[in-house]
């Protein structure tokens, strides 16, 4: 990520036609958007939002809330009102997607002025309340970043400070409520990796007592469907699950990058369509 590009950034300019709807990926958890310069040719403009507050470390005392407020005010800049977006992102940022989501449509006055949120793309984003999986039964290890050898120590000391710091932010997080507006939320589409992440005994970075039951915290609600998304009380929040290759932090890698590629431009499709009404 160049920390001096737009925030939001085009990663890629849509047809000159410009009819499909464009997509806003938020960052994941390490603060960053160079992940989606990886996906290949989606058809229609897409757009990245990274963490402008990543070089300097600096917490987001409000939790998501906070950040999808601002997030929201960078939206508005690059679509008008009365237009349509799909949002959307890797882990964290899908959970930032149903933020925004909220914001955007709970501060809308009128129709006219409001941006319409079509739908959500949560690139394999697991559900973080409770559920009837207790953690007594796994050895539950913080995420952390995996980096390529090529990644500079300075980045990579920034994107563990961030995977840090929003890890924090999750724990104190809840799921925003779209009960009181009668409404429901926007359909969401969930990409759920099918693989567990792999926990190397050999890694200077797992704790000296690992033991045969660990798994990392994203891997929590892996064995169901929905990634732990059933759990929650707003009945049909999730629409439709594609189930992608890999696991959470190799979806973007070489192998599996065209998979996940195709799998969002399906969700898109599929959301643009209005095949899922509100």
Same mark, same amino acid.
């Given at each position: 990520? !160049?920390? /001096?590009?737009? !925030? ?9 036609? $410009?009819?499909?709807? =464009?997509?806003?990926? /938020? ?8 992940? #989606? ?9 897409? #757009? ?32 008008? @009102? $009365? ?43 697991? #559900?973080?309340?409770?559920? @009837?999986?207790?953690?007594?039964? /796994?050895?539950? +290890?913080?995420?952390? @970043? ?10 990579? +000391?920034?994107?563990?400070? *961030?995977? &840090? ?26 990409? &759920?990796?099918?693989?567990?992440? =792999? ?11 690992? %033991?045969?039951?660990?798994?990392? *915290? ?5 064995? %169901?469907?929905?990634? $732990? ?9 999730? %629409?439709?699950? +594609? !189930? ?26 599929? +959301? *643009? ?6």
């Amino acid at each position: 990520m !160049n920390p /001096f590009e737009a !925030n939001p950034a085009l990663i890629q300019r849509g047809s000159p036609e $410009g009819a499909d709807t =464009p997509l806003v990926l /938020f960052h994941d958890g390490g603060g960053t958007i160079a992940s #989606y310069y990886c996906l290949g040719n989606f058809g229609r403009t897409v #757009y990245g939002i990274h963490d402008p507050r990543f070089l300097v470390n600096l917490p987001w005392k409000g939790g998501l809330s906070e950040m999808a407020r601002v997030y929201a005010e960078l939206i508005r800049t690059i679509i008008s @009102p $009365g237009e349509n977006v799909i949002l959307g992102g890797w882990s964290l940022g899908g959970l930032l997607a149903l933020e925004v989501a909220h914001v955007l449509e709970s501060e809308s006055d009128s129709i006219q002025n409001s941006i319409g949120v079509v739908g959500i793309v949560m690139l394999d984003s697991p #559900y973080t309340g409770p559920g @009837p999986v207790t953690d007594s039964n /796994f050895n539950i +290890l913080s995420n952390r @970043p995996f980096l390529k050898s090529t990644c500079p120590p300075e980045l990579a +000391l920034l994107i563990t400070r *961030s995977m &840090r710091r929003a890890g924090q932010m999750v724990e104190r997080w809840s799921v925003p409520s779209w009960t009181k507006k009668g409404v429901r939320p926007p359909p969401v589409i969930l990409l &759920r990796c099918m693989d567990m992440v =792999p926990v190397s005994k050999k890694s200077s970075q797992e704790p000296l007592n690992s %033991r045969e039951n660990d798994i990392y *915290s994203v891997d929590r609600y892996r064995a %169901r469907n929905l990634l $732990g998304w059933e759990y929650l009380d707003q009945p049909d929040f999730i %629409r439709a699950v +594609l !189930n992608i290759p890999g696991h959470h932090f190799n979806v973007m890698a070489e192998e599996n990058v065209q998979t996940t590629t195709e799998n969002l431009i399906l969700a898109c499709k599929m +959301l *643009s369509l209005g095949m899922y009404g509100r």
